[in-house]
């Protein structure tokens, strides 16, 4: 997603649901040690939540090619987690191809993804920029470049907090969600990150200095639900209300399966990694 801020996408289709059957629970037994997103299985789960979010879609891999500009004023959003032409975030995942494969087909767009950032102008892109986006994903470099920016500005750092604050897995995800959503830091007309754990830890005690891990993440919760209501391009609560706080209240601390929640009216459910 952008850096700052995330509009709403109206969702794309009607109920959702994995075609498996219910088997029962995937998480770790019971007094092992938690590995959180660092086990594929739970970092594919997180990817399913986002996307769901993001997409309306648990499947986060179809999107790799996906690009429109979705009217909020940062220009095109595409791919995975939506980078943005108007924040960077797209211009790096482009100039990461760029390393990988010299002279491909994006690589000629660099100079108006520079000069459009902190707008939502198409000046120099427009559709033979789309059109060469949606073709580039074909490429697994181009993907990996998808891959590798969503990790180094997104997943890892909201994983590598969320272990200094002792969450699992449901915690990490739940930063990871806040990052790609809103950003780290703050920006005009947006409340990043930071300033969310900064509410959460002045109302609870994270696990890592003894706190209880549902009450804090709960007080992050109510941090994020506040930063919406003070985001102009945000109304919507569900992705908090009745998908991660359903997790926390049900006691899904280590994302185990089966997960059922609602986002923007949709319904989902993983019933296994």
């Known amino acids: 997603m952008n850096r700052f801020v995330r509009a709403l996408r109206l969702p794309l289709a009607v109920t959702a649901l994995t075609a498996a059957a219910l088997t029962g629970c995937s998480g770790s037994a019971p007094g092992s040690p938690d590995a959180g997103l660092a086990d594929p299985a739970k970092k594919g789960i997180a990817m399913r939540l986002v996307s769901s979010a993001e997409n309306s879609s648990l499947d986060w891999e179809a999107q790799y090619p996906y690009i429109e500009d979705i009217g909020d004023g940062r220009g095109y959003t595409a791919g995975i987690i939506g980078f943005c032409s108007g924040t960077g975030d797209m211009r790096s995942v482009v100039e990461r191809y760029a390393k990988a494969r010299p002279g491909n087909p994006l690589e000629r767009f660099l100079p108006a993804l520079r000069a459009v950032e902190g707008s939502d102008s198409h000046a120099g892109l427009g559709e033979p920029f789309t059109k060469a986006w949606a073709k580039a994903a074909e490429d697994p470099a181009f993907r990996g470049a998808q891959d590798a920016e969503r990790d ?12 200094k604050d002792g969450l699992g897995a449901l915690g990490q995800f739940i930063y990871y969600d806040a990052y790609v959503m809103h950003g780290a830091g703050d920006t005009e007309g947006s409340v990043g990150f930071r300033t969310m754990r900064g509410e959460a830890l002045a109302a609870a005690t994270p696990p890592a200095r003894g706190g209880d891990e549902k009450a804090y993440l709960n007080a992050f919760l109510d941090a994020r639900v506040a930063a919406i209501g003070r ?43």
């Open 152 to 163: 180094a500005s997104y997943f890892d750092p909201a994983v590598e907090q969320a272990r």
């Open 231 to 273: 985001e102009t391009s945000h109304t919507d609560t569900s992705r908090v209300e009745s998908a991660q706080r359903v997790f926390v209240r049900e006691g899904k601390l280590r994302l185990e399966t089966p997960l059922r929640w609602k986002v923007y009216g949709d319904s989902y459910r993983i019933d296994e990694a």
